[in-house]
T-cell receptor, first 117, second 111 residues
Framework: AQSVAQPEDQVNVAEGNPLTVKCTYSVSGNPYLFWYVQYPNRGLQFLLKYITGDNLVKGSYGFEAEFNKSQTSFHLKKPSALVSDSALYFC???????????????FGKGTKLSVIP | DTAVSQTPKYLVTQMGNDKSIKCEQNLGHDTMYWYKQDSKKFLKIMFSYNNKELIINETVPNRFSPKSPDKAHLNLHINSLELGDSAVYFCASLGGDQPQHFGDGTRLSIL
């Protein structure tokens, strides 16, 4: 069975500093990995995904993530944090063998990012 | 235009009542989902439908019954509501290899 771990419940960072939100995964085969962001009273919004190719994936709002197969990690990063980045961030993994309709995402428990002015 | 829309946004009701939540997507996607997000923000899949056919049915009480009249709609009916059903319910849709698109959620509170 696939699983995702986000070891930090909360990450605090000063505005303008680089940020990292950690994610590790477990899945048989090559993973499909995703990051989503949730703002208060909103649904999840897609940030970026890794399917194959370059290990550094660029996404929305200046975010990027680095896929590391040996460490089974997919950490989310941003060079310079903004106060507006404060939100709940979810890492998710999809079983690459799942087909249409059975495409199922397994989410981590989420990490609350607070960017301090 | 909202891609995945859920109604109602808020639902406050008493224990024992029956209620429905509706979801519509205008993305032309074949697959739709219901997720439950609990008070600790943990997100868990409940159901998935592909072209109106139930594909995933996680361990969910049979008081929860999804219905898909067509591939653009996936509704969730809940019978005999219990206190533990209080949560935010999210609908999502998926087409091909695209990421899932989520609605803004329905906040269900049981009194």
């Amino acid at each position: 069975a696939q699983s995702v771990a986000q070891p930090e419940d909360q990450v605090n960072v000063a505005e303008g500093n680089p940020l990292t939100v950690k994610c590790t995964y477990s899945v048989s085969g090559n993973p499909y990995l995703f990051w989503y962001v949730q703002y208060p009273n909103r649904g999840l919004q897609f940030l970026l995904k890794y399917i194959t190719g370059d290990n550094l994936v660029k996404g929305s709002y200046g975010f990027e993530a680095e896929f590391n197969k040996s460490q089974t990690s997919f950490h989310l990063k941003k060079p310079s944090a903004l106060v507006s980045d404060s939100a709940l961030y979810f890492c998710a993994v999809r079983d690459p063998n799942s087909g249409a309709g059975s495409y199922q995402l397994t989410f981590g428990k989420g990490t609350k990012l607070s960017v301090i002015p | 235009d909202t891609a995945v829309s859920q109604t109602p946004k808020y639902l406050v009701t008493q224990m024992g009542n029956d209620k429905s939540i509706k979801c519509e997507q205008n993305l032309g996607h074949d697959t739709m989902y219901w997720y439950k997000q609990d008070s600790k923000k943990f997100l868990k899949i409940m159901f998935s439908y592909n072209n109106k056919e139930l594909i995933i049915n996680e361990t969910v009480p049979n008081r929860f019954s999804p219905k898909s009249p067509d591939k653009a709609h996936l509704n969730l009916h809940i019978n005999s509501l219990e206190l533990g059903d209080s949560a935010v319910y999210f609908c999502a849709s998926l087409g091909g290899d695209q990421p899932q698109h989520f609605g803004d959620g329905t906040r269900l509170s049981i009194l």
